[in-house]
């Protein structure tokens, strides 16, 4: 296996071996901001919408252990009422003997009455798997916003990457396209004075053709990345920008099992996975709390005063504690519990799955980094000795010693050997960052920052 710095060094020379051949100049369309990446991570915090609903998510879970903490909280009420009643009798009365008169009688009452009940449990066995439901919740949307903010700021490598990959390859395909202009006019010369026949010219024709057809097809994808970049970075559409090039990654490979236990340790979706199973524990403590007595204080009072032809006022309060025990609930609860011993035996398994899942996408990102630190070694060698035999073929053609097939089979190795070095060169900045990504440590600078804010 190559030494670490050896690798370094063959990854620096190939770099600044492509960097020589195709120096990237910004279009006039291009013009415009420069954004680095350092500077795109900033962005890209401060603008995504993904990152500000995970606060979001963070603020609303940080309120459920004061949910929690409501069901012993005291609740007092108030209650008023006013009636209002008329009653009218009339009746025959007697007088001097024989006389007898009609006579009515009307009688008018008020009542109002106005109270308040204050009750305050005392006892309820809910409430402590409930607060402790609520602090798990509230450490899971802590978590998931880091782990929100840490693939977000991957994600910006990535596009930003993709877009100096790009640029590359669009340099490239132009330069393609010059070559075989240039072999374009050799054979047309060399046919104009009868040394070649018509279908070396044909042959070097079909070759620009396809090298223009190329370099428009990557220029379209070269915008495509740039406005994928720029809508991460929630720049305006059709935004002027340039991209820098960032300093090269430290290339040290770690041992696998080292990596391997960082991720365990620090990767945020398997500590949420880890906190589901003491969730679901919690939200059993609920149902077993609901078997337990509740004892609830109550103190009740009330003013009414009832006016009219027989005017009263009254005051009236009591205070009482009661117990309750629910002995039988047509066995839901039964139900709950057992569908809650169920679901932690789910959630562990689903926890072991996420544990199998990080150590494959750590052995992954292990082994594309050892894979391109030989690749690029290979490449570098390749793009060198494809360099040397098109230039000798070249002179061969020119001096008739050579055939226009072999020339431009040479000019296409040419180009996919720089094609190759550029995409796996800048693949290999990204597979860096990404056993980082893996491990759960990417940017954690940033990303301990973006706690306090």
């Known amino acids: 296996m190559t030494s670490p710095k050896l690798t370094a060094i063959l990854g620096l020379a190939a770099w600044l071996f492509v960097a020589a051949l195709y120096p990237r100049t910004a279009p006039a369309a291009e013009a415009g901001r420069l954004i680095t990446l350092e500077q795109a991570y ?11 609903i995970a606060f ?4 609303k879970a940080d309120l459920l252990p004061w949910s929690a903490l409501t069901r012993i909280g005291p609740r007092l009420t108030g209650r008023a ?12 009365v007697q007088q001097f003997g024989t006389t007898s008169v009609d006579r009515t009688s009307r009688s008018r009452t008020g009542a109002g009455a106005i109270g308040i009940a204050l009750a305050q449990p005392l006892i309820d066995f809910t409430v402590f798997p409930a607060h402790r439901f609520g602090k798990l919740s509230a450490a899971a949307a802590h978590l998931q916003r880091q782990f929100t903010i840490r693939e977000t700021l991957f994600g910006v490598a990535t596009a930003y990457y993709d877009v100096l990959k790009q640029e590359r390859l669009v340099a490239v395909n132009r330069e393609s396209l010059r070559l075989a202009g240039q072999q374009l006019e050799f054979a047309q010369k060399r046919a104009n004075v009868g040394e070649v026949t018509r279908a070396d010219v044909l042959r070097a024709q079909v070759a620009v053709e396809t090298a223009r057809r190329t370099l428009v097809e990557s220029e379209n994808v070269l915008e495509f990345n740039r406005n994928t970049l720029g809508n991460i970075l929630n720049l305006a559409p059709n935004a002027p920008f340039r991209v820098a090039e960032p300093p090269d990654y430290p290339t040290t490979l770690p041992p696998f099992d080292d990596l391997l236990a960082r991720a365990y340790a620090h990767r945020e979706d398997l500590r949420v996975k880890e906190i589901a199973i003491e969730q679901d524990i919690a939200l059993r403590g609920q149902v077993i709390g609901e078997y337990a007595p509740r004892v609830t204080a109550q103190f009740d009072s009330e003013r009414s005063h009832t006016s ?15 117990v309750s025990v629910p002995f039988f609930t047509g066995g839901q609860r039964e139900i709950d519990l057992r569908t809650a011993n169920e679901q932690i035996a789910q959630t562990k398994l689903a926890r072991e799955q996420a544990a199998k899942s990080v150590e494959s996408e750590v052995k ?20 060198v000795a494809a360099e040397q035999g098109y230039h000798d073929l070249e002179i061969q053609y020119r001096e008739g010693t050579a055939t226009s097939v072999d020339v431009l089979s040479a000019l296409n190795d040419l180009n996919t050997a720089r094609k190759d070095l ?25 990303v301990q920052r973006s706690k306090t804010k």
């Open 56 to 59: 979001y998510e963070v603020r």
């Open 81 to 92: 009422n006013y009636g209002r009643s008329e009653r009218s009798t009339t009746g025959t």
């Open 42 to 52: 900033d962005l890209a915090l401060a603008t995504d919408q993904s990152i500000r």
């Open 364 to 383: 992954q990102a292990w082994l594309a980094v050892r894979s391109l630190q030989q690749t690029l070694k290979a490449l570098h060698a390749q793009v």
């Open 308 to 322: 009219g032809t027989s005017a009263q006022s009254n005051y009236d309060w009591q205070a009482t504690v009661a």
């Open 422 to 446: 550029a995409v796996e060169t800048y693949g290999y900045q990204i597979a860096l960052r990404n056993l980082e990504q893996v491990a759960g440590v990417f940017q954690q600078a940033r």
